[in-house]
């Protein structure tokens, strides 16, 4: 069983940049496939960001060239680097680990095990 816990959330005016970590303990499924995911109020849950068991990545398109996902295996930390935050980007960040043989498209929640509880990310214009 994954553990996920996120970290780094909070408030930042539009522009701003934050770091989400996503502390990983307990058992790693063999060729993990872990992304970052998000809700806003009243909207349902998407994908943001994904990095699949050999670092290749994929975005969702409202977050190309400001987002970015990385991941260290040896700190077992699943990280996501935001800049130039938008209002619209404020939501709750959950990241998630799947034991799929391929790694999930982003908009295939189901498809991910494991779940963080999420941390707050809110950006004021």
């Known amino acids: 069983q994954v553990q996920l816990v996120e970290s780094g959330g909070g408030s930042v005016q539009a522009g701003g940049s934050l770091l989400l970590s996503c502390s990983i303990s307990?058992?790693?499924?063999?060729?993990?496939?872990m992304g970052w995911f998000r809700q806003a109020p009243g909207k349902e849950r998407e994908g943001v960001a994904k990095?699949?068991?050999?670092?290749?990545?994929t975005y969702a398109d409202s977050v190309k060239g400001r987002f970015t996902v990385f991941k260290d295996n040896a700190k077992k930390t699943l990280s996501l680097q935001m800049h130039r935050l938008k209002p619209e980007d404020t939501a709750t960040y959950s990241c998630?680990?799947?034991?799929?043989?391929?790694?999930?498209?982003?908009?295939?929640?189901?498809?991910?095990?494991?779940w963080g509880q999420g941390t707050q990310v809110t950006v004021s214009s």
């Open positions: 990095i699949d068991d050999d670092g290749s990545t």
């Open positions: 998630a680990a799947s034991s799929s043989s391929a790694c999930p498209h982003l908009d295939r929640l189901w498809a991910y095990n494991s």
């Open positions: 307990g058992y790693m499924y063999p060729g993990f496939c």
